[in-house]
């Protein structure tokens, strides 16, 4: 048997019928779910970390950590990695640290892939709690050696 609608053939129509979706719930519930798999397919507009962040100094077990007079640091982050780099004046920029991060709700899941000292960091994945507060990034961790870290990172333009 041959369905026309408008002069088109209905075969989505009989794949329906083989699939037993000939109820419209049914028929509502598949394309529902079309539909979410259809808007998940889209990434939003990236990371909120995405950019270029400098030390202004934090907290280590509970004392204050300055940021180094001498040179910058700073962390460029793109959707899905950061590059960490110091900045000093009159020499070169080195990158001392490379890696993945993902964003969890308010958590951040940092993996260093690249140091350029030796790290007993290196590989392992060191999950942040992040708040963004305007302008700064705000991260709190213990770290594995069981140091309790608070840094902040301002964002620059």
């Given at each position: 048997?041959?369905?026309k609608a408008k002069g088109l053939k209905l075969e989505a129509y009989i794949k329906y019928e083989g699939l037993g979706l000939k109820?419209?719930?049914m028929r509502k519930?598949?394309?529902s779910i079309i539909f979410t798999l259809f808007l998940c397919a889209f990434r939003p507009d990236g990371s909120p970390l995405k950019g270029t962040w400098e030390y202004r100094g934090g907290m280590i077990n509970g004392k204050l950590d300055g940021a180094p007079k001498d040179y910058r640091l700073q962390r460029v982050y793109d959707d899905e990695h950061y590059k960490a780099r110091v900045i000093e004046d009159g020499e070169k920029t080195q990158i001392y640290e490379k890696g993945d991060y993902r964003l969890s709700a308010d958590t951040c899941f940092e993996t260093q892939t690249y140091c350029m000292q030796e790290s007993k960091l290196l590989n392992k994945t060191i999950k942040y709690n992040y708040i963004?507060?305007?302008d700064t990034l705000k991260l709190l961790s213990v770290l594995p050696n069981g140091n309790k870290v608070?840094?902040?990172w301002v964002k620059l333009k």
């Amino acid at each position: 048997m041959e369905l026309k609608a408008k002069g088109l053939k209905l075969e989505a129509y009989i794949k329906y019928e083989g699939l037993g979706l000939k109820s419209l719930p049914m028929r509502k519930s598949v394309l529902s779910i079309i539909f979410t798999l259809f808007l998940c397919a889209f990434r939003p507009d990236g990371s909120p970390l995405k950019g270029t962040w400098e030390y202004r100094g934090g907290m280590i077990n509970g004392k204050l950590d300055g940021a180094p007079k001498d040179y910058r640091l700073q962390r460029v982050y793109d959707d899905e990695h950061y590059k960490a780099r110091v900045i000093e004046d009159g020499e070169k920029t080195q990158i001392y640290e490379k890696g993945d991060y993902r964003l969890s709700a308010d958590t951040c899941f940092e993996t260093q892939t690249y140091c350029m000292q030796e790290s007993k960091l290196l590989n392992k994945t060191i999950k942040y709690n992040y708040i963004l507060t305007n302008d700064t990034l705000k991260l709190l961790s213990v770290l594995p050696n069981g140091n309790k870290v608070e840094d902040y990172w301002v964002k620059l333009k």
